[in-house]
């Protein structure tokens, strides 16, 4: 059976677009999802439940005054009072037992240079 060259071109061409749109929607989602982590004005560190840090975006960068490679890695005690330490982990075993709980509360940082800062912080499981 032989098909026109123009049927066939239009077939083949929305063929192909859709193919290409369903193979490229993983990267476009992980590129978005990137930009969105990396240019998010508020700091983000995802970390494991022990605390040890697994990536960090430009905001953390900024207020620990930790290039990402140091802080890849890094436990967040490290830079934690103890008191916010014990803080984070009081909140993230509230948060085990109920997944939607997302309370605010303070924490504070101890910057690479030494400065204490006082910061506002939410946990949510990923």
């Known amino acids: 059976m032989e098909w026109s060259k123009e049927k066939t071109g239009k077939k083949l061409n929305t063929a192909q677009h859709e193919s290409l749109d369903s193979f ?9 999802y990137q930009d969105l982590f990396n240019n998010a004005s ?3 560190f995802i970390r494991n ?5 697994i ?5 953390a960068i900024t ?5 990402r490679n140091e802080l890849a890695g890094m436990n967040v005690s490290e830079f934690l009072t103890a008191e916010s330490f014990k803080t984070i982990m009081k909140e993230q075993k509230a948060l085990l037992k109920d997944e939607t709980a997302t309370q605010r509360y303070e924490l504070k940082i101890i910057r690479k240079d030494g400065v204490r800062m006082n910061t506002e912080s939410r946990t949510s499981l990923l």
């Open 24 to 32: 490229n929607l993983p990267e476009v989602s992980e590129r978005r």
């Open 49 to 53: 439940l022990n605390g040890n840090i």
């Open 63 to 67: 207020l620990t005054g930790y290039t």
């Open 55 to 59: 990536e960090v975006n430009e905001a």
């Open 42 to 44: 508020d700091a983000i």
